[in-house]
């Protein structure tokens, strides 16, 4: 899995003119979900997100995660993480789940986020052409993946 990660003031995900997701202060994932992902990768996204800290503290520190802050997280599907620019001008999503793989592995880390921080996690809906608008915070933007663990 992928996950650029943005902390922001606040975010929303629109589809079809309506919002279908908005937070205020915490983090926007957009999550790329890979042909092999599995429950483990998940399991240390979720780990990884919910603790990264990379909220200032009293002292201007990035010193205090998500969950420290009481934060919210809003997750929007993004294939696109994926992209390989390797060859030629257009990208190709090979590497990307297919929907019928992708589609569990998005909600269960959803799911599992939402336990993990015991508050709902809004998002977008897999697939759908969606229009994201947030406040980027700092900027502070990571991106993390599960195969590269760095």
Known sequence: ????????????????GRVNGEIGQG???LLGVHST???????WLVKKVSQLRVF???NGVMNRSVMDIDG??????????????KKGNRPSYINAAVPDIAIPLY???VSDLSTTLSKPVPTGIFGADMKVSLLNDGPVTIMIDTKNRE
């Not at 992902?37 to 399991?43: A, K, Y």
């Not at 997750?75 to 994926?82: A, P, R």
């Open 107 to 109: 909600e269960r880390f």
């Open 72 to 85: 919210e997280v809003l997750v929007v599907s993004q294939f696109t993480l994926y992209a390989s620019t």
């Open 27 to 29: 983090l926007l994932v």
């Open 37 to 43: 992902d599995s429950q483990e990768d998940i399991d």
């Open 56 to 58: 200032d503290d009293e």
């Open 1 to 16: 899995m992928r996950a650029l990660l943005q902390r922001v003031k606040h975010a929303d995900v629109v589809i079809d």
